[in-house]
């Protein structure tokens, strides 16, 4: 298989946003054109005058990626030129979660005919590990430090695939770069429905989270089988797919070692009693998907 995003783009050694956007690629094929907004994935993959994509290539604001993206779909559409060209958006998690969330739910509210992918590395990576919406409880970045008067982010992550399936999505996913055939597969699948659909890819960021350049895939794969982060389907409103762990399950304390970023939780009093609070979070998914 073609690989459509082309190596000697500026990306970190193990960078997830390079994998993801490659297996997202692999699933979409080569008749589509991609909308991506500021973030990480834009900046290492186009410095001027270079280019990583072997694809049709927008760069959007970071608050309109999904409207561009509509555009797009809706300007096929009216030169007739649709046919089988997929739109495919790829944005991060502050470009999804929190910048870029009005203009995704109005182009789900209209059902336009595009794939939309976040590439989720739990903060704002290109401008320095601030916090977002999808950062996780206790996790410490620039902007949610832990210290003496905190343990780091103080919120829940927010859940953006439940937010997609209440906006009457056909399909929405949750993926990880730790399974690619998983993810190639779901993306084609995404693609290929009629209407506004949507993947949400787990994506451990070497430099924000703190962990060494060769652990990205075993970071990733810790977070699912953990249940932390469930791998499942939705289509039309039903869960009709879940990636069981059965009795491979792993304390959450085995994956917050590995990085940097809850190095805090093992050495501050009471951090005991927080990794159990993260302990629950992944119990009620297992209980949640039944994995």
Request: with cysteine; hydrophobic share 35%; net charge neutral.
């Amino acid at each position: 298989m073609k690989s459509l995003l082309a190596p000697g783009h500026r990306g970190c050694a193990g960078c997830c946003d390079a994998m993801a956007a490659k297996f997202t690629l692999m699933g979409a094929g080569e008749d589509c054109i991609v909308i991506n907004p500021t973030g990480c994935l834009e900046v290492m993959t186009t410095p001027f005058p270079e280019t990583a994509w072997d694809v049709p290539w927008v760069h959007s604001l970071f608050e309109n990626a999904a409207a561009v993206g509509a555009g797009v779909e809706a300007a096929l559409k009216a030169l007739g030129k649709k046919g089988n060209t997929k739109v495919v958006v790829m944005g991060g998690d502050g470009a999804t979660l929190d910048i870029g969330m009005r203009s995704i739910s109005g182009a789900f509210e209209r059902g336009h005919d595009f794939t939309y992918v976040c590439i989720d590395n739990e903060a704002y990576m290109n401008t320095g590990v601030q916090r977002s919406g999808a950062t996780p409880y206790n996790a410490s970045t620039t902007t949610s430090p832990s210290g003496k008067v905190s343990f780091g982010n103080p919120r829940p992550k927010k859940n953006m695939p439940a937010i997609m399936v209440a906006h009457g999505s056909p399909y929405v996913a949750t993926t990880s770069l730790a399974y690619p055939k998983d993810m190639i597969k779901k993306v084609q699948k995404a693609t290929e429905i009629e209407g506004p659909s949507y993947i949400h890819c787990h994506a451990p960021c070497t430099t924000g989270w703190g962990f060494d350049t060769s652990k990205t895939v075993e970071v990733a794969r810790m977070a699912v089988q953990t249940g932390l982060w469930p791998l499942y389907e939705v289509e039309n409103g039903d869960i009709t797919k879940v990636r069981k762990l059965g009795k491979s399950i792993k304390p959450v304390e085995d994956y917050l070692k590995m990085q940097r970023r809850f190095s805090h939780l093992f050495k501050m009093e009471g951090g005991e009693e927080e990794i159990a609070k993260i302990q629950a979070i992944a119990d009620k998914n297992i209980e949640v998907y039944g994995l």
